[in-house]
T-cell receptor, first 114, second 112 residues
Framework: QQQVKQSPQSLIVQKGGISIINCAYENTAFDYFPWYQQFPGKGPALLIAIRPDVSEKKEGRFTISFNKSAKQFSLHIMDSQPGDSATYFC?????????????FGSGTQLTVLP | KAGVTQTPRYLIKTRGQQVTLSCSPI?????VSWYQQTPGQGLQFLFE???????NKGNFPGRFSGRQFSNSRSEMNVSTLELGDSALYLC???????????FGQGTRLTVV
């Protein structure tokens, strides 16, 4: 059962535009929500993460918005650049228990046109 | 500070063989997790090790196993390889109970 649903599967944005990727989760025990960026041939790189005690976190051009009641969170990339073209994964994990296991969304392939 | 190092980067194996992949975590990180990435199934959790103990295991057959050494380096082993095992195998390291997981570049395994 997929516990983190990510949309859209692919996204094309013009340079300077805003890219928005959405994720929804089912497990209410999740308390850590990171976003990863992956370029072809590379491993996922941690971009930004949020915990449910805040509704928004911003780092540079990247912002996570979090809606605990709706069990949804999203990544906003402001002023999108061609260098942002990559696959983005949302993920979630729970701190309950002794182990931390990331459950990933299915990924969004972002293309930023010059 | 060096990142997560995975070796080898690429492997080609024949069905029925076994393979061992290696992961060296970031210095000071004691937790190592393994993930399988395929186009069809995406990123799936295999197992996690902390202080040489497996703390959590994903939904994979017993052919997939791993271990962690006293220096936190980890290995994963896949026995009796199947074509469907072809994937990018990723290792991630974390500080003890910390949340941030940092991935290596992965080992691309091709089973023919």
């Amino acid at each position: 059962q997929q516990q983190v649903k990510q949309s859209p599967q692919s996204l094309i944005v013009q340079k300077g535009g805003i890219s928005i990727i959405n994720c929804a989760y089912e497990n209410t025990a999740f308390d850590y929500f990171p976003w990863y960026q992956q370029f072809p041939g590379k491993g996922p790189a941690l971009l930004i993460a949020i915990r449910p005690d805040v509704s928004e976190k911003k780092e540079g051009r990247f912002t996570i918005s979090f809606n605990k009641s709706a069990k949804q969170f999203s990544l906003h990339i402001m002023d999108s650049q061609p260098g942002d073209s990559a696959t983005y994964f949302c993920a979630a994990s729970s701190s309950s228990g002794s182990a931390r296991q990331l459950t990933f969304g299915s990924g969004t392939q972002l293309t930023v046109l010059p | 500070k060096a990142g997560v190092t995975q070796t080898p980067r690429y492997l080609i194996k024949t069905r029925g063989q076994q393979v061992t992949l290696s992961c060296s975590p970031i210095s000071g990180h004691r937790s190592v997790s393994w993930y399988q990435q395929t186009p069809g199934q995406g990123l799936q959790f295999l197992f996690e090790y902390f202080s040489e103990t497996q703390r959590n295991k994903g939904n994979f057959p017993g052919r997939f196993s791993g271990r962690q050494f006293s220096n936190s380096r980890s290995e994963m082993n896949v026995s009796t390889l199947e074509l469907g095992d072809s994937a990018l195998y990723l290792c991630a390291s974390s500080l003890a109970e910390a949340t941030e997981a940092f991935f290596g570049q992965g080992t691309r395994l091709t089973v023919v």
